[in-house]
């Protein structure tokens, strides 16, 4: 008897417990091993590009809230400066410095949900999931302190802050800035040399640093295969030109370096928020703008280092009230550029793998 | 301040009353109490097979089994002729038996999903389920109401009467493989001489309801998890029968109850033995269990459920049910093989030896909820490389170890506490020679791979300074 093989089309998504949201991939695969592969996007997409051309360049600060609803600091930063540069609007130093903190808060919490979705997407229960939620759920409460909100912040503008932090802030980011190098060790120690997740990450999507660049990866993702590059250090903005602090970079490029750049880079997340918090100036908050700013006619690309890679927003004035054009640079969407060369002729636990270190976040990939 | 603002919204957890758990704790203290009592007042500490002896429930069986035996006698009848002339006993003992492991195996998963949830909870610094009567305790009750009201769906394509049948059928084996359990001398359902043999055989059939459940449902992802399941438990029947041929060896008998008599004869537990038969056969179970690390047939971020995916309601509940059953089986052979099952050097005499095995099948079922709180997944091609190259091998040394220490053993006339005590030592130094060295020689290298930090830089730049770092790849 023979028997014939024929490859069969498996719809990953939009409902998925490892898509990380609404997001869906058709993969063609024979037994259990990718032959191709299909990315469908679009099912959380909102149209916020076009509805910020309706809307004040202070009302569209929510929109950048709910782009990557899991850094919503780095959003808000990204486009204040975007507005500012444009308009020409002078930041105080204090808000500056509290940028700097709530941005860098901002990527611990989105680099600790990446780590532990990370793990659980190769199959740990949970658990390291729920330890790095430790850290993140603290931070969440120092935001909810600061602006009243927890996840869409809704934080910056244009001009600065909206809040000066509450007097039990600094007391409870200290606590927290203190804790934290123990915290991630804790688990870094239970992960870092885990013999199953080093079986199932390492090699696992791979991407050479001339791959990455010509991919137009950022972030973890860039640095993860070798390239030292980081926006605060290349371009700095806010005041990270005072900050000392070093970029991790990985030697593989596979999903396991993505995670040690990540957990680095909580590391240095703390100590940049150290310095700030020793550095942080007495003054106003915000300047104050008008109601409905109207800056000259022209254009302006605000980028910053967000958790995801280089957050970009691209912003064009006709002179009105509102946005002519607002623009996002999803680093998200970019990152995933490269998932099928990762993925294709490897195996599906792997795809999952090499999906879960690119760190996707479908509100800003669909926007 | 915020936080204590959402602690104001939470409703506290029930708790019980301490009352009622000083009237629990004397009611355990007094149940042992009694069974010392009798034990070494009444009948002067032998097992001597009186009724009323509840250090072993298997007596009071008999001795009901003697009275309707003796009513057949005084009274024949018609069935005598068809069934058999003490048929009133067999069906008696067969259904008492039945019922007592039923209720034992119903009262634990209720218990034990409390237990694990806890634990996992635990684990992962929250407090698990505790809002649903005292201490959480019957969230499990909560969960199983919930999934009978919900509706029970036969996908589209689905073959209906296949797909009807698994969770009926996987339920068999489970509940079969629970009857030459041993849980005090006098005390197994289903004490057959070829009790190990039986339990290879009946605990395989899992695979054929599995993979019918998967090949049935229509959906891509339970027929992979489906086939991951019958490649996985193929693979791993082998050294889980081998390492259960070591212990078969070494105390010369496949009776359950024998190799528990054997490990209380000696006062010495086959863990101490034959510690890589208990490693290989702990892990080739988790494996079959479908539990992490090995939980590949239904992988969650990878495959959803496997092949219960499109199983709903309670159909999937008794899928769940199984699964734990599954484990607690699972629990309970290490502990009866291994850990000595009833025995406990002497004190059975005053603890019952039921619940000195459930002592030590919970010792063995925290190491199950353990191993699923900590580690990831392994891959399929891994883990059958793992079983292929690494523990048949493995379980097949344990195995030459083993005969050669049998034949002496039989022929050797030294005492138990020389050649068995030689025999421990022997065992452990391979055991630890063989796990360490076999690994590295199938090409396990312990630092390979590059470095487990990432490199830290202070300079910024594009491919040139990857270049000029040196970590371009």
Redesign the interface.
Known sequence: MTTATEP?V?NIGPQ???THGVFRLRVVMDG?RIQDMDMVVGYLHRSMEKLAEERTYTQNIPFTDRADYLAAMSGNLGYCLAVEMLSGVEVPERASYLRVIFAELQRIASHSMANGTF?????????PL??MF?ERERIL?LF??TGGARLTTNYMRIGGVAFDPPP?FFPAIESLVSDLPDRIDEYAE?L???E?????S??VG?I???DA?NGSLSGPML?G??????LR??EPYCVYDRMDF????????DAY?RF??R??EVRQSTKIIRQALDGLPSGPHKTDIPLALRPDPGEAYGRVEGPRGELGFYVVSDGGSAPFRFHVRAPSLINLSLLREMAVGS????A?VAL?SVDIVVGEIDR | ???TLRQGRRRPATRVPPGLMIVGAVFALGFLAANAAIGYVVIDGRLDGQWYDIRDLGFAVQELKAQLDAINDDQPGFLDDIVGQHWMSYAVGALLGAIGILSFIGGALLVLIWVERRL?GR????RGPNRVGPYGLLQPVADAVKLIQKEVLTPDGADRILFLLPPAIIFVPMMTAWGPVPWAPNMAYLDINVGVLYLIAVSSLTTLAVFLAGWSSNN??AL?GSMRTVAMMISYEIPLSIALLSVVLITGSMQLSEIVQWQADHNLWLIALLPIAMVTYFFSSTAELNR??N??AE??????AGFHTEYSGMKFGLFYAVELGNALLVATLVATFFLGGWSLFGLEEWIPGYLILFAKLSAAYFVLVWL???????????LMRFAWQYLIPLSLFNLLIVAIEASLLARWDAPGLVTLGLFTVVNWGAAYILFRDWARRIGYQPDA???????????????E??HR?G???
């Open positions: 069969y498996l998925h417990p490892s259990e793990v659980n997407d190769a199959g740990a229960w949970q658990t729920m330890y430790r409460d909810e302190m039990e239970l870092i040399d885990n199953i997740l080093l079986a199932r390492r090699g791979t050479t640093a001339e660049i640095r295969s070798g390239v030292p590059w980081d250090k290349a070093d970029i991790p970079v990985g030697r593989n490029g370096d040690l750049v957990l680095e195996s599906l636990p792997d999952i879960g | 301040m915020s936080s996992i684990m992962q610094i929250r891509h992802y992979l992490t690390p939980d590949i992988a969650e971020s990878e495959i959803v699923r709180g900590t580690l990831p997944r392994f891959r399929l091609d891994q791979g590059g470095p487990r930090r990432a490199e830290l830089t202070q300079q910024v730049g594009g491919i300074a990857a770092m970590t371009a790849t």
